[in-house]
C-alpha cells in the first residue's frame, strides 16, 4: 500500500525532525515512564496500607489512573504542542513564507497537526504498555480499551485541529 499521503507533507516531516530530536524524546519517554511507575508505586502504596488484597480492585485502580494519565497527555499536552509549534512559526515570521509554497493549506495543517508534537507522541506510546497490562488484567474487556483509546485520540486531534483553526484566525485578526 503507498502512502503518498504522508509524501505530500513536509511540514510534518520537517516538524517530526525537529520534535524528534534525541534529547527530547529520551526526556519525554522516561519522563512519561517514571510518571507511570510513580502511579504503579502509589496505587499499591495505597491499597497495601488500606489492607486490601483485591487484585481486581488494584488492576482496575491501575488502569483508570493510567488512563487518566494518558488523558491528560492526550487532551492537555498534544494540543498546546500544536499551539505551541504555530507559536513558533509566526514569531519566527515563517508561516507566511509557508503559505507563499505550493503545499496546500490543508498540508501545511495536517502538517502541524502531526509533526508539531512529535516528542509527545512518544510519552503517549511510553504510556500505552503500562495502560495495555493494566486494562488486560482488569475486569474491563480489552473492547473497551481499544474503544476507549481510539476515542481519546480522535479527540485529541480535533481538539488540536481547533487549536490551530483558532491560532491562525487570531493570527489573520492582527495581520488585519
Same mark, same amino acid.
Given at each position: 500500500? *503507498? ?5 505530500? /507533507? =513536509? &511540514? ?14 529520551? #526526556? +519525554?519517554?522516561? $519522563?512519561?515512564? @517514571? $510518571? ?6 502509589? #496505587? ?11 487484585? *481486581? +480492585?488494584?488492576? +482496575?485502580? @491501575?488502569?483508570?489512573? !493510567? ?5 491528560? /497527555? ?7 504542542? $500544536?499551539?505551541?509549534?504555530?507559536? &513558533? &512559526? ?5 508561516? $507566511? ?11 501545511? +495543517? @495536517? ?5 508539531? =508534537? ?5 510519552? #503517549?506510546?511510553?504510556?500505552? =504498555?503500562?495502560? @495495555?497490562?493494566? !486494562?488486560?488484567?482488569? =475486569? ?12 481519546? /485520540?480522535?479527540?485529541?486531534? !480535533? ?9 491562525? /484566525? ?7
Amino acid at each position: 500500500m *503507498k502512502m503518498n499521503w504522508i509524501a505530500g /507533507l =513536509p &511540514e510534518g516531516w520537517r516538524l517530526f525532525r525537529i520534535g524528534w530530536r534525541k534529547n527530547r524524546v529520551m #526526556v +519525554a519517554s522516561g $519522563v512519561s515512564a @517514571l $510518571v507511570c511507575f510513580i502511579i504503579l508505586a502509589f #496505587v499499591l502504596l495505597t491499597f497495601k496500607a488500606s489492607g486490601s488484597h483485591d487484585s *481486581k +480492585a488494584i488492576a +482496575a485502580a @491501575l488502569s483508570w489512573c !493510567f488512563f487518566i494519565y494518558h488523558l491528560a /497527555l492526550v487532551y492537555l499536552v498534544v494540543p498546546i504542542n $500544536v499551539a505551541s509549534s504555530m507559536t &513558533e &512559526e509566526w514569531k519566527l515570521k515563517t508561516w $507566511v513564507f509557508q503559505q507563499t509554497t505550493p503545499q496546500r493549506g490543508a498540508h501545511l +495543517a @495536517l502538517g502541524k497537526l502531526l509533526g508539531g =508534537p512529535a516528542d509527545i507522541y512518544l510519552a #503517549v506510546l511510553a504510556v500505552l =504498555p503500562f495502560l @495495555l497490562v493494566s !486494562f488486560l488484567v482488569s =475486569p474491563y474487556s480489552f473492547a473497551d480499551f481499544v474503544l476507549g483509546y481510539l476515542m481519546t /485520540l480522535l479527540i485529541s486531534l !480535533f481538539l488540536s485541529a481547533i487549536i490551530l483553526y483558532v491560532s491562525t /484566525l487570531s493570527d489573520q485578526m492582527k495581520r488585519g
